[in-house]
């Protein structure tokens, strides 16, 4: 087994910490926690996400092991996207980050406004 350094600049694990920043991928990852999801219902609940963006972040978290792309053949070809066992051992921490975002959004919005009044001052 390969030993990481996060702080070395080689390391995979920065590829890792780059995807895993994206709040594309971890709103994606979180919505997908509980049960299989087509591509456009995404497409309806993630607001602001383009087509070629959910497209392009689908594609990177597949590659990554963390979610399954799954193809029915119906006409047209129904699509499904769910969470990989990998995934899952990620999503508990994803759900944590998005509540302490939404617990702490007052918080941190009041600090910008302070920061800034400051600056501009």
């Given amino acids: 087994m390969m030993e990481y350094n996060v702080y070395a600049s080689a390391c995979p694990t920065r590829m890792i910490f780059d995807r895993l920043s994206d709040k594309w991928s971890l709103l994606i990852l979180h919505r997908l926690r509980g049960q299989p ?71 941190v919005l009041a600090a910008q406004a302070e920061y800034d009044e400051r600056l501009a001052s």
């Fill in 37 to 107: 999801v087509r591509f456009n219902q995404l497409l309806r609940e993630i607001d602001g996400i383009s087509q070629k963006m959910l497209s392009q972040t689908l594609k990177n978290l597949e590659r990554d092991g963390l979610i399954k792309r799954e193809a029915f053949p119906t006409v047209p070809v129904t699509v499904e996207y769910s969470i990989t066992p990998l995934g899952k051992t990620l999503s508990s921490t994803v759900g944590i980050l998005i509540r302490w975002a939404q617990d702490n959004g007052d918080a």
